[in-house]
């Protein structure tokens, strides 16, 4: 597309319309782009292959399906869904379920049969899956992480910053003796939020103890709840928590109240999102905001340049976060 737009002295986009049949091309520029493509002996793909130039996969991981109705990816499909919809994509949806699926499988079937391909999180998609799915002319967009060392284009929060303001915040507000929720290590957004947080927290020469930072229990759908009453059951109590996500506070909420506690008189409680969940929160919680839905639109966008041969160079792109103060902490 690149050969035939600088033959006809017009944009790869206007070659890639025209190469699909898109209205909305004057028709001598129409006439110039089919006489370059004729000159350089380019064609367009049949037809009964076209549908492929019109549909992009969405992968997600199979123990992630409840994202599509999740507090925080439900946001970003949707932004993603639309943004499809508005350039004129089908999206193909596929789960990958590392423990019985052969990548094999996924990269000769599916991943042949859309024009680019979105991976929605890492999780159970480790690293070494996303880099086999490196097909010729088959771009891959990231969302919510990235690979050290491998250059795809990925959409990003700045997580690790939003980490470090909601820490700095409850430093602002006075708190020595704060616990934080981590999230599962296989998800790059939540570790770099972990981070975030011990990052500003080592700045006001602390650390938390290691009974206040507890793993989150593998399998369990209410992993702040559990983290929550590991934490109350020690000797010493925090009077502050940081969770690296709302749900896991959601679940820290509950324990707290359950123990007959305050929010925020005994404890305070922060996290990182701004699901719609945490304005209505009891008491309302105070979070880090993540652009979410916003995260979908500029993953499709970019997708779309790559398809068309207008965006060749790889990029990191990181939407800003917000701090967003409630009464919660």
Request: aromatic share 6%; with cysteine.
């Amino acid at each position: 597309m690149r050969d035939v737009a600088d033959a006809a002295n017009v944009s790869a986009t206007t070659v890639w319309m025209v190469a699909h049949g898109k209205p909305g091309i004057a028709p001598e520029t129409v006439g110039k782009v089919r006489a370059a493509m004729d000159r350089l002996s380019y064609v367009a793909k049949p037809a009964e292959t076209d549908e492929k130039s019109e549909s992009v996969g969405l992968l997600i991981e199979q123990s992630s399906i409840p994202a599509i109705s999740d507090v925080f990816y439900g946001d970003v499909i949707r932004g993603f869904q639309a943004e499809a919809d508005r350039l004129g994509y089908h999206i193909l949806l596929s789960t990958f379920d590392r423990e019985i699926q052969d990548l094999n499988l996924l990269e000769k079937g599916f991943a042949h049969r859309v024009s680019g391909l979105v991976v929605a999180n890492d999780g159970d998609i480790h690293p070494e899956t996303i880099i086999q799915l490196k097909i010729p002319n088959v771009p891959v967009v990231l969302i919510e992480s990235y690979i050290e060392g491998q250059m795809f284009p990925c959409v990003i929060g700045d997580n690790y910053i939003a980490g470090y303001k909601i820490a700095r915040h409850m430093l602002d507000q006075g708190h020595r003796k704060i616990a934080i929720l981590k999230g599962p290590s296989k998800y790059s957004s939540l570790v770099d939020r972990f981070r975030g947080c011990l990052a500003a927290v080592a700045e006001a020469n602390l650390l938390p103890a290691a009974a206040w930072m507890p793993d989150p229990v593998s399998g369990h759908p209410l992993k702040g709840y559990v983290q929550m009453k590991e934490i109350l059951a020690m000797p010493e109590r925090p009077t502050a928590v940081i969770a690296v996500s709302d749900k896991t506070a959601f679940g820290a909420m509950e324990a707290i109240r359950e123990a007959g506690l305050n929010i925020p008189g005994d404890i305070a409680v922060g996290s990182i999102d701004n699901t719609l969940e945490s304005g209505y929160a009891r008491p309302p919680l105070t979070t880090v905001h993540i652009p979410k839905y916003e995260i979908g639109i500029l993953a499709m966008r970019i997708l779309d340049r790559q398809i068309k041969g207008v965006d060749t160079i790889p990029v990191k792109s990181v939407v800003y976060s917000e701090l967003i103060k409630r009464e919660s902490g």
